[in-house]
């Protein structure tokens, strides 16, 4: 039900009510990781990807609650690169959101709200906000201000 009248609310609401923030370099130790994560080099031969319908369960596993780099980069690797301009227009949608997100992670060093990861696991204040991908390798930083 929330759901439902928060999506309709978004639809419906005058644009001047949507809140928006700038985007911004990654915080401190983000910026430097960005280029592990961001695309791959090709090699020649084409590697194997994570099956469709066994890409729930990696999930569950490796970007679940509980995260390390390890597991992340192993999920990464498993994952097309959707920055690859070859597939990315055949990319499973699935598999383009896992992999965004499999970057991400990796990227935030630090535990934050339910997602906790066990070699970073202090919050840090200048993570407070989203890692957007837009069409481009490098990720932008939108910091999210503390309501009042």
């Given at each position: 039900?929330?759901?439902?009248?928060?999506?309709?609310?978004?639809?419906?609401?005058?644009?001047?009510?949507?809140?928006?923030?700038?985007?911004?370099?990654?915080?401190?130790?983000?910026?430097?990781?960005?280029?592990?994560?961001?695309?791959?080099?090709?090699?020649?031969?084409?590697?194997?990807?994570?099956?469709?319908?066994?890409?729930?369960?990696?999930?569950?596993?490796?970007?679940?609650?509980?995260?390390?780099?390890?597991?992340?980069?192993?999920?990464?690797?498993?994952?097309?690169?959707?920055?690859?301009?070859?597939?990315?227009?055949?990319?499973?949608?699935?598999?383009?959101?896992?992999?965004?997100a499999a970057r991400s992670?990796?990227?935030?060093?630090?535990?934050?709200?339910?997602?906790?990861?066990?070699?970073?696991?202090?919050?840090?204040?200048?993570?407070?906000?989203?890692?957007?991908?837009?069409?481009?390798?490098?990720?932008?930083?939108?910091?999210?201000?503390?309501?009042?």
């Open positions: 039900v929330f759901g439902r009248r928060a999506a309709l609310a978004a639809i419906h609401d005058e644009p001047a009510a949507h809140a928006a923030w700038p985007l911004v370099a990654l915080p401190g130790d983000g910026q430097r990781d960005t280029a592990n994560v961001a695309g791959r080099s090709s090699s020649v031969v084409p590697p194997i990807y994570i099956m469709e319908e066994q890409l729930g369960e990696r999930l569950d596993l490796d970007l679940g609650v509980e995260r390390k780099a390890s597991e992340l980069e192993k999920l990464i690797s498993d994952l097309p690169d959707p920055y690859n301009v070859d597939s990315a227009s055949t990319m499973p949608t699935g598999q383009l959101v896992a992999a965004l992670a990796l990227i935030r060093t630090e535990s934050r709200g339910a997602h906790y990861r066990s070699d970073y696991p202090e919050t840090k204040p200048e993570w407070r906000g989203r890692i957007t991908w837009l069409h481009q390798p490098q990720p932008q930083f939108e910091e999210v201000p503390l309501c009042n």
